[in-house]
């Protein structure tokens, strides 16, 4: 097929943009609805994510549907999806990763245009209209941009934003634990320490001795994490070194109510992990912590942050830890005083 370099605005009617990727993933990819919608206000624009990550995108302004597919699902329910993805008539496929996926997506849909990242093999070659190229060093909101400015959509400054609608239920939510735990909106610090990968978190002593010298200083503190075993352990031994009682709810929020409790944090302090993201996107300030993983693709996007890393020469290297230990020597080798220096800078600044 025969195509421009850009396309006809006028043309399409149905967009589906893919972003088959963890939680944060998805929620660096909100631009790119908003962006579309500003280009191609007459068109209903779908996406297609994971079934767990559907909070980052649900209720999203732009969005018209919101697809869901299971990461091993039964092939009666990979048969529905296709089915209920033919029947949209899609004019314009915008896919955000390199997976086999899309390729035979964009092959079974047939729109007009598609276009996803340059991906080795004859397969991508061969079932996308377009491909864009992956920049190093580039933020994720860039590159996932880049998939539309490749079409001719150019992206406004104003589009960049990170969108998440936490939604009434979990505004609600979020304004009940904060009177049953006696705190205030805008006066508490957020520490939310954990992942799901144990290579990118803080030592457990570390994120006690922060809380520590901030309860010193008069600050409510409140813990958080996911409701995964290792997790909310984690949790349970931080809280343990503190010689004084702070309140957690840890494994008991849902991720819309932890965006709304985070949008009500005075500070979030964390680690590179979709939570972190979270607090850029309901405008809270971030305090991240950063080991194998680099900043400048992943780190706290259009809010006040500050970015805390080691001066290791060999980072960011992009491994589970040292060597494949889960253990991350950059990351631990990071003080205190660092971290809590970086806090009270930001707060002050933020007055």
Not at 78 to 95: I, M, P
Not at 210 to 228: K, Q
Request: charged share 25%; net charge positive; aromatic share 6%.
């Amino acid at each position: 097929m025969s195509i421009s370099d850009t396309l006809d605005p006028s043309r399409i009617r149905r967009v589906l943009v893919t972003k088959l990727r963890h939680h944060g993933d998805v929620l660096l990819a909100s631009p790119v609805l908003g962006t579309l919608n500003r280009y191609l206000p007459q068109a209903q624009i779908d996406a297609l994510v994971y079934h767990d990550t559907r909070d980052m995108l649900s209720e999203h302004p732009a969005l018209s549907q919101l697809h869901l597919v299971t990461k091993r699902g039964s092939l009666r329910e990979e048969w529905r999806l296709l089915q209920a993805l033919r029947s949209r008539r899609y004019d314009l496929l915008v896919h955000l990763t390199s997976s086999a996926r899309g390729a035979w997506l964009a092959r079974m849909l047939k729109p007009a245009v598609s276009v996803a990242p340059n991906h080795p093999g004859k397969l991508y070659r061969d079932s996308f209209t377009h491909l864009y190229q992956h920049a190093n060093a580039r933020h994720m909101v860039e590159c996932n941009l880049d998939a539309l400015r490749r079409i001719g959509l150019w992206p406004e400054e104003s589009d960049k934003k990170l969108v998440l609608v936490a939604g009434a239920d979990a505004e609600r939510g979020a304004e009940k634990h904060l009177r049953d735990l006696g705190l205030e909106a805008g006066k508490f610090i957020l520490i939310h320490p954990t992942s799901r990968w144990q290579f990118k978190c803080w030592p457990e002593e570390k994120v006690a001795e922060l809380a520590i010298r901030l309860a010193e200083r008069g600050f409510p503190l409140l813990f958080t994490s996911a409701p995964d075993a290792q997790e909310t352990g984690m949790i349970q031994r931080i809280l343990a070194r503190l010689p004084f009682p702070a309140p957690s709810l840890a494994g008991r929020l849902t991720l819309k109510e932890l965006a709304a409790l985070t949008a009500r944090a005075r500070l979030f302090i964390g680690m590179d992990s979709a939570p972190m993201h979270i607090a850029a996107a309901v405008g809270t300030p971030v305090v991240a912590l950063f080991g194998p993983s680099g900043a400048n693709i992943w780190g706290p996007w259009q809010v006040p942050a500050r970015v805390i890393t080691s001066d290791h020469s060999c980072r960011p290297c992009g491994l589970d830890g040292c060597g494949g230990s889960k253990r991350s020597d950059c990351l631990e080798i990071i003080p205190t005083g660092r971290v809590l220096d970086a806090a009270l800078e930001l707060m002050a600044q933020a007055r």
